[in-house]
């Protein structure tokens, strides 16, 4: 069963056509790779998804609801959390700081309340929940030690795994991350391919991935989506789209590029 579906999803920046009449359906409970060449329209599709950009034409559904109907601030209430490529956290927060922030979309109280704050029980309670849940999650990220730090000081590693750690405490059923192993040495990204895994067994949660290194992408997806100028141009299991044709020459394209710039 698909959580996720677009249907001939368009995308058009003036004459440029960054996404053209893409068909998507990611199965609930997967871990499905999102590849391309640079400029392919990946992180274009994610904007899409977060409701950042208004699609020139198709649909978009997640739970067979429709996702044009929602505001982005909306996306995250329903079930759908993101990282981004360059990491997005808010430096004059501590790393908890940032996990509570991740969590406010869940509390249940109105501004008057929030006013209040620790006047009330009720408020007091979710607050206490949020930190915990919080602390959980840094446990399970392994960083709770760097819990009162900023995360400006922090290793670059530890930062990604912050933002990792501030989509995981809103309790998605979606998580879209993109580029996770960006700017990460061998050691790391071996270690996030694991902590992927155990991200979807231990929080059920279906994991949509953009990601250039295709020895993680192909380690831990087992179904993959390849995109090239806005089109996608294969779909299957790593071992068919590896061998694909299609997905070859547009991959070779590119180092061929780059070979001569």
Same mark, same amino acid.
């Given at each position: ?5 677009? *249907?001939?999803v368009?995308m #058009?920046?003036?004459g ?5 009449g893409?068909d998507?359906a990611?199965? !609930?409970?997967a871990?499905? =790779?999102l /590849? =391309? ?11 899409l998804?977060?409701?950042f950009?208004e699609?020139?034409? +198709?649909?978009?559904?997640?739970? +067979? *609801?429709?996702l044009?109907c929602?505001?982005p601030?909306d996306? @995250?209430?329903?079930?759908?959390a #993101? &990282?981004?490529?360059?990491v !997005?956290?808010?430096?004059?927060? &501590?790393?908890l700081?940032n996990?509570?922030? =991740?969590?406010?979309?869940r509390f249940?109280y109105?501004l008057?309340a929030?006013?209040?704050g620790s006047?009330?029980?009720s408020v007091r309670r979710q ?5 915990? #849940?919080?602390l959980?999650v840094?446990e399970?990220l392994? @960083?709770? &030690?760097?819990?009162?730090a900023?995360p400006?000081?922090?290793p670059?590693g @530890?930062? *990604?795994?912050?933002?990792f750690? #501030?989509a995981l405490?809103a309790?998605?059923k979606l998580?879209?991350l993109?580029?996770?192993? $960006?700017?990460?040495?061998?050691q !790391?990204t071996?270690?996030?391919?694991e902590?992927?895994?155990q ?7 279906t994991?949509?991935?953009v990601?250039?290194?295709m020895?993680l992408?192909?380690?831990?997806c087992?179904? /993959?989506?390849v995109?090239?100028? +806005?089109?996608k141009? $294969?779909e299957? &299991? ?7 044709p ?10 061929e590029d780059?070979?001569?710039?």
């Amino acid at each position: 069963m698909a959580i996720l579906e677009l *249907k001939q999803v368009t995308m #058009r920046f003036g004459g440029i056509v960054a996404v053209d009449g893409l068909d998507l359906a990611v199965e !609930e409970g997967a871990i499905h =790779g999102l /590849i =391309g060449p640079n400029g392919a329209g990946k992180s274009t599709v994610f904007n899409l998804i977060s409701r950042f950009y208004e699609p020139t034409a +198709g649909s978009l559904s997640f739970q +067979g *609801k429709d996702l044009l109907c929602m505001a982005p601030h909306d996306v @995250i209430h329903h079930g759908i959390a #993101r &990282t981004f490529q360059n990491v !997005e956290l808010f430096r004059g927060l &501590t790393v908890l700081g940032n996990l509570l922030v =991740g969590q406010h979309s869940r509390f249940r109280y109105g501004l008057v309340a929030s006013a209040l704050g620790s006047l009330l029980p009720s408020v007091r309670r979710q607050e206490q929940e949020a930190e915990a #849940r919080a602390l959980e999650v840094l446990e399970f990220l392994g @960083i709770a &030690t760097y819990k009162d730090a900023y995360p400006h000081s922090l290793p670059y590693g @530890i930062q *990604k795994r912050v933002e990792f750690g #501030r989509a995981l405490v809103a309790q998605p059923k979606l998580i879209l991350l993109d580029e996770p192993a $960006a700017g990460m040495n061998p050691q !790391e990204t071996q270690e996030l391919a694991e902590l992927i895994r155990q991200v979807r067994d231990r929080y059920r949660a279906t994991v949509l991935l953009v990601e250039h290194d295709m020895s993680l992408v192909m380690r831990i997806c087992e179904r /993959i989506t390849v995109m090239d100028f +806005g089109r996608k141009i $294969a779909e299957g &299991t790593p071992a068919e789209v590896q061998s694909n044709p299609a997905v070859i020459r547009a991959y070779l394209g590119e180092e061929e590029d780059a070979a001569h710039a």
